[in-house]
């Protein structure tokens, strides 16, 4: 009853987000006593293998190296784990876009239901995922005999990445299936964290009063090394782009400390942050739902306010 | 070609759930239900292909209870061109509807699936990957571009700080994201057309199809509420208490 990980990562680096789910792999094998192995499907990529050997918990680690893997194509990813599959009765992955992609593909081929975005593990067959973004958590009894799992890495703390010595063994790569090219990639040019990785988020809302006035938010960013984001009420004003959005049909976030500024609290935007560690709340209006959330609030002109703020952090 | 959206009817996201007190569920009953907003997004993909001369027919595909009707005269009325049912009371899970969608998918033979990424009420983001792995087609997901010439399509997804473009061929399944497109309004004229549209009604057995449900829920529960915190005076109050007492900055 081998559980396989299948590792996140760049060809270079091994991405964070393999540590939470190896975490919850080593839940699943430890009822038991069984080992957990991680899969590095890439193009050139020893490095990650010999990154991937150190975690702790990891016994084996698999290389499928070919430039078919490279960019991480679905369909090319999928085939690879599902050639391994025999061998593990668990297959995890993060829930990352990557993850995400890929693993319900492996999933149909095995006729499993997947069970995605788990946030706790009950037994081998028993998870808990949040559904309905995270308004209601629901515990599922899988009758798959293998079960396929996504793993919601902000609901298991990160193994260590060193201490374990792995075996690497390299497995025969699968054919290029040949149905889907990589072009390019366009990293967004910030400075600042990723939304969904970031520490600290400060977010503006409609209160924000136009695009423009987020500028004010930028400094208070700066200092917190945050990431910014918004209420959908903003991304519909046409304030900032799209992929700001915080929220049930935006970005789930979670991180230390959130900061909402300028935003009422609507349930559709409650719904992507409250489970963030710390919340403060700047609001005109001491009626306004999100102070219900919050853990500090301060009600006034958040054009005052901010600037304060920025300067009160020195 | 013609282009195949699948849409799910769901609990309105502006609708704030309740959990029920038996722990069976969420409860549903005299709640607004309405498109999966992801799903919305697809079928205004679809029609503005459709508009373009890429697409010839839209056909709008929903699995489940009779009531998906109505969301399927809402993808009429945006601009689909007819509509199946598959109606079932049976409890649908992902992988049941990506088989009841392939097996739909060899009957009409479509260029393109276009569907949501997720639906917004169990969230598992798995359908349109799991319909591409039945069908042995490439897929896009998350898209934030679409382009199709030449029998592939082009497509920029969303993915982790950033975007990403890839090239697939034809026959293929695109799941939307937010930025995909702004779904239009629809007009009242739309609506009443919509209704004169026609919607064949499947049941899961004309295709095949075991609907059997592979996850059992235990219970479902309510998460761990966040009590409101306390107001502040003043930002130094503010940075005190976060410095020393939250101890997150």
Redesign the interface.
């Known amino acids: 009853m081998t559980v396989l990980v299948i590792a996140e990562h760049d060809n270079a680096h091994l991405k964070g987000a393999t540590l939470n789910t190896v975490a919850a792999a080593a839940q699943i094998a430890k009822f038991g006593g069984d080992d957990v192995h991680v899969l590095v499907a890439g193009s050139n990529c020893a490095a990650v293998a010999q990154a991937a050997a150190q975690i702790a918990g990891v016994s084996k680690v698999l290389v499928a190296d070919a430039p078919q893997f490279a960019?991480g194509?679905?369909?090319n990813v999928?085939a690879q784990i599902v050639a391994l599959a025999g061998g593990y009765s668990h297959i995890l992955a993060p829930a990352?876009?990557?993850g995400?992609?890929?693993?319900?593909?492996?999933?149909?081929?095995l006729?499993?239901?997947?069970?995605?975005?788990i946030v706790a593990v009950e037994s081998p067959d028993?998870f808990v995922r949040?559904?309905?973004?995270?308004?209601?958590?629901?515990?599922?009894?899988?009758?798959?005999a293998k079960k396929v799992i996504t793993v919601r890495t902000t609901g298991f703390d990160a193994v260590a990445a060193t201490g374990g010595s792995a075996t690497i063994e390299n497995v025969t790569a699968m054919a290029d299936?040949?149905?889907?090219?990589?072009?390019?990639?366009?990293?967004?040019k910030s400075e600042r964290p990723?939304l969904?990785?970031a520490k600290?988020i400060v977010s503006g809302g409609r209160g924000m009063g136009s695009g423009d006035n987020f500028k004010i938010l930028e400094p208070l960013a700066d200092k917190?090394g945050a990431a910014m984001g918004a209420s959908r009420a903003a991304v519909d004003a046409g304030f900032v782009?799209?992929?700001w959005?915080v929220g049930?049909?935006?970005k789930i976030v979670a991180p230390?400390?959130y900061i909402a500024v300028g935003i009422s609290g609507?349930?559709?935007h409650l719904a992507g942050m409250?489970?963030s560690?710390?919340?403060?709340a700047i609001n005109k209006d001491?009626e306004a739902p999100i102070?219900?959330?919050?853990?500090?609030?301060?009600?006034g002109d958040l054009f005052t306010?901010v600037p304060?703020?920025v300067k009160?952090?020195g | 070609m013609k282009i195949l959206v699948p849409v799910k009817r769901v609990v309105d996201y502006n609708v704030k759930v309740r959990v029920k007190a038996d722990q069976t569920g969420v409860e549903t009953a005299n709640v607004k239900m309405s498109m999966n907003p992801f799903d919305e997004i697809a079928v205004e993909e679809a029609v503005r292909l459709k508009e373009a001369g890429i697409a010839t027919e839209i056909i709008a595909v929903s699995c489940g209870l009779l009531a998906c009707q109505e969301t399927l005269r809402t993808a009429l009325a945006i601009g689909a061109d007819r509509a199946i049912l598959v109606e079932t009371d049976a409890d649908l899970q992902p992988l049941a509807v990506a088989k009841l969608l392939a097996a739909i998918a060899k009957k009409e033979a479509p260029g393109l699936v276009i569907l949501g990424k997720q639906a917004i009420d169990d969230d598992a983001n798995q359908t349109g990957q799991m319909l591409a792995a039945l069908l042995n087609w490439p897929q896009a997901t998350f898209a934030s571009k679409v382009t199709v010439a030449d029998g592939k399509a082009q497509v920029i997804r969303e993915v982790d700080g950033g975007l990403e473009t890839i090239k697939i061929n034809l026959p293929a399944i695109i799941t939307t994201d937010l930025r995909l497109n702004e779904p239009r309004y629809v007009t009242l004229p739309n609506i009443m057309k919509a209704k004169k549209k026609q919607l064949d009604n499947f049941k899961p057995a004309d295709l095949g199809v075991d609907v059997t449900p592979r996850l059992k829920t235990l219970k479902v529960t309510e998460p761990p509420k966040r009590s409101a915190g306390i107001k502040v005076p003043d930002v130094a109050t503010l940075v005190a208490k976060l410095r020393n007492e939250a101890k997150v900055i």
């Open positions: 960019d194509l679905a369909e999928a990352t876009p990557s995400k992609n890929i693993l319900p593909r492996v999933a149909a081929v006729d499993v239901q997947q069970v995605s975005e028993t949040p559904i309905y973004a995270g308004n209601a958590l629901a515990t599922v009894q899988s009758s798959d299936a040949g149905l889907s090219a990589f072009i390019g990639r366009e990293v967004a990723e969904t990785a600290v917190l782009p799209n992929d959005q049930q049909t935006g230390q400390l609507a349930i559709q409250k489970d560690k710390t919340i403060v001491p102070f219900s959330v919050a853990d500090y609030g301060i009600v306010i304060e703020l009160e952090l």
